[in-house]
């Protein structure tokens, strides 16, 4: 008679080599390590080869810089301009962090009014998707006649930012469970505990996902808006900074101000991933599975 174990009680000891776990917790530990280790060195590694590609690129073609600069200029440029690119920096960022702080307080507002009355979402959803599939680039150029140059490119910033923020949440408070709504009701709650003791807090992680898109297009709203300022010959944002130098042959101070503003969405977006996964680290699916 044969002594070996029960098939699942092997399989949970063992390991299945089909989906890739191992018997071992340290094996797993490792296999986790060892994935994480990937997810950032992979990307390094690819950046460092398409720099080497380009710089030989340049170097062996012998382009000049107003045509294509070599990324070891475009870095002694960012070092050499870099208080007058990152004062420009700062003038985009407090303006994307205008447009979103407006974009998230009027977004989860409204998206309350239209969950508590159907009457205001039926009267004004359909404008917010107006605004929201209307470019920006058509936009733009509108309010910077009828508006002063800062406040319409906040407002740029904030138009891009709002309907995500405003589509997520509605739909977060719509998609609370009815057994547990019809359960508040029977207990006598009011609307209002409902909508903060239940809806809210279901909603959140829709409401952290739209947060999270929006940081990103916020900035895209005020670079279109900077660069549509910059064409009138106005403003002093890092998108003005480039159509200024695109006009002057400065392809390597274009260059350096294009490394800052793609480095500010990554940042913006880490950060808000971050601030989404501590919100939901200790009771939702999602963030649990990436503890995992």
């Known amino acids: 008679m044969s002594s070996s174990l029960p098939p699942t009680a092997h399989s949970r000891e063992s390991g299945n080599p089909a989906d890739g776990t191992s018997g071992s917790p340290l094996s797993r530990g490792r296999a986790v390590n060892f994935d994480r ?4 060195a992979l990307p390094i590694v690819v950046l460092l080869l ?3 590609l380009w710089e030989a690129v340049v ?15 475009i870095l002694r440029t960012l070092i050499s301009d870099r208080a007058l690119l990152f004062q420009s ?7 994307t962090f205008e447009g979103f702080l407006l974009a998230a ?40 006649i009828y508006l002063p140059q800062p406040l319409a490119v906040l407002a740029c910033a904030w138009i891009v930012a709002f309907f995500p923020v405003l589509a997520n ?37 829709y ?11 916020s900035l895209i709203g005020a670079v279109v808006a900077e660069i549509a300022a910059g064409s009138a010959g106005a403003g002093s944002g890092l998108a003005y900074r480039i159509a200024e130098s695109g006009y002057r042959l400065n392809i390597p101070r274009m260059f350096a101000a ?3 503003l793609s480095v500010a969405g990554i940042v913006i977006f880490y950060l808000l991933s971050a601030i989404n996964y501590l919100a939901l680290r200790r009771w939702h699916e999602s963030a649990l599975e990436a503890e995992r």
């Not at 280790?37 to 950032?40: D, I, K, M, S």
Request: aromatic share 6%.
């Open 258 to 260: 294009l490394l800052l």
């Open 207 to 217: 409401i952290l996902g739209g947060l999270r898109i929006a940081g990103g297009l």
């Open 50 to 52: 398409g720099l080497s």
């Open 59 to 73: 170097r062996i073609g012998n382009i000049p810089p107003y045509v294509l600069p070599d990324p070891a200029l």
């Open 105 to 144: 307080i009027g977004g989860v507002g409204l998206a309350v009014l239209f969950n508590q009355s159907r009457l205001v979402e039926y009267s004004l959803y359909p404008y917010a998707v107006i605004l929201q599939v209307t470019p920006i680039v058509a936009i733009a150029p509108l309010l910077l």
């Open 37 to 40: 280790v990937l997810r950032v």
């Open 169 to 205: 949440t509605t739909l977060g408070l719509h998609s609370v469970d009815r057994n547990l709504a019809d359960l508040f009701a029977l207990y006598g709650a009011s609307r209002g505990q409902i909508l903060w003791n239940l809806k809210l807090p279901s909603a959140l992680p």
């Open 89 to 95: 920096l700062l003038v985009t960022l407090l303006t």
